[in-house]
């Protein structure tokens, strides 16, 4: 559950939280394309790097821990896979070929994960909303997404307090075999279940009350404009991603 910690929106008053959001989405992008682009272990590395000074300034390091913590297992799980089907196909001629891509195809999951968690955690659903709807994307479609985003971590923590009140009954979750475990989800996955329905029912009404969607053409309270400050960390950026792109085709 951790992992989704560093998908929520923490309040600060940062620079990389009031940079333009669509920069920070932009940025998200192209470290996205350039770990895509190269699967040394040294670029990758770099990488992170970068990431881990973002979070810093932006004061969320901890957060962005916790989403590095929280995609460990899905690391390992892609690390295993891949060594499995490259040993069974004889993709690589030594053991140490195979472990060191498997890594670095693991260390890419990585990367990708914590690249958007900077970008959620310093920005706002509105904001994110504001820059699907300047990009022409249906209202329907934005509000969907945002309310997910909004009810993502508050189903997880519900979750997390239903397993918690079910081991304080005396619950014992973590053991037995497969087919125990899975019987013992039941009475956690039905109260889950019932609040979620509960909960997108009181949306709905509300939504309704409010004549969602009555006006086609809808005005917001805030506009996204970008300032100077936006435009340099834009430069730097395409700057930086086009030597990665040069040097990716042309190394030296």
């Not at 559950?1 to 940025?27: C, N, Q, W």
């Not at 990585?110 to 690249?115: A, E, N, T």
């Not at 659903?125 to 249906?138: C, K, Q």
């Not at 506009?223 to 990716?248: C, N, Q, S, T």
Request: hydrophobic fraction near 50%; charge should be positive; proline fraction near 4%.
């Amino acid at each position: 559950m951790s992992i989704l910690e560093g998908f929520k929106f923490y309040a600060g008053d940062t620079a990389i939280h009031r940079l333009d959001p669509r920069v920070k989405f932009l940025v998200s992008v192209l470290m996205l394309i350039t770990v895509v682009m190269y699967a040394e272990a040294w670029m990758l590395t770099a990488l992170i790097v970068v990431q881990a000074t973002i979070a810093y300034v932006a004061k969320v390091m901890r957060r962005w821990l916790q989403t590095i913590k929280g995609s460990i297992p899905l690391a390992a799980l892609v690390f295993g896979l891949n060594a499995m089907f490259f040993i069974s196909s004889g993709t690589y001629t030594t053991l140490q070929d195979t472990l060191y891509h498997s890594a670095t195809l693991a260390y890419r999951l990585v990367l990708f994960l914590s690249s958007f968690s900077i970008f959620f955690l310093t920005t706002t659903p509105e904001e994110i909303g504001l820059t699907l709807t300047s990009w022409r994307v249906p209202y329907q479609y934005t509000f969907a997404f945002i309310s997910a985003i909004r009810f993502t971590p508050i189903i997880a923590q519900e979750l997390r307090d239903i397993m918690d009140a079910q081991r304080a009954r005396g619950v014992e979750l973590d053991r037995g075999g497969p087919l125990q475990r899975a019987r013992k989800l039941i009475p956690i996955l039905v109260p889950l279940l019932a609040n979620a329905l509960r909960r997108a029912y009181e949306l709905a009404e509300a939504m309704e009350v409010k004549c969602f969607g009555a006006v086609k053409n809808r005005t917001s309270l805030r506009e996204l404009r970008m300032g100077p400050r936006d435009y340099m960390v834009l430069l730097i950026l395409l700057v930086l991603f086009g030597l990665a792109v040069y040097y990716r085709f042309f190394p030296l």
